[in-house]
């Protein structure tokens, strides 16, 4: 089992940034994929970003493309995502994900990723 906690959501203005953490303990092994995605009141959960293990590849959604930076620091079994000039509508509980590259699927579906977080708020005001 992968156990995976976020941290770092909270309460910000329109334009500002937030930088949110994952950190992931337990079996860990055969370079996982990591990622996010988001939950806003009253719609789907979406797809956000994801990095490869080893960092070379990094995805984002289009909509935060530009604005978003997904990293993260295998030492520490940590990934980060850099949130900059935040909208209110990115409002929503961001999810930490993980799942071993053996794995297919794709990163836009969350039945490709079999580990969850619990999530973290991120509330953006206009």
């Known amino acids: 089992q992968v156990q995976l906690a976020e941290s770092g959501g909270g309460l910000v203005q329109a334009g500002e940034s937030l930088r949110l953490s994952c950190a992931a303990s337990?079996?860990?092994?055969?370079?996982?994929?990591m990622g996010w995605f988001r939950q806003a009141p009253g719609k789907e959960r979406e797809f956000v970003s994801a990095?490869?293990?080893?960092?070379?590849?990094?995805y984002y959604a289009d909509s935060v493309k530009g604005r978003f930076t997904i990293s993260r620091d295998n030492r520490k079994n940590t990934m980060f995502l850099q949130m900059n000039s935040l909208k209110p509508e990115e409002t929503a509980v961001y999810y930490c994900?993980?799942?071993?590259?053996?794995?297919?699927?794709?990163?836009?579906?969350?039945?490709?990723?079999?580990?969850w977080g619990q999530g973290t708020q991120v509330t953006v005001s206009s």
């Open positions: 994900v993980i799942k071993y590259s053996t794995t297919s699927g794709s990163y836009y579906d969350i039945k490709t990723w079999p580990y």
């Open positions: 337990g079996r860990i092994f055969n370079n996982p994929i």
């Open positions: 990095i490869t293990w080893s960092g070379s590849s990094t």
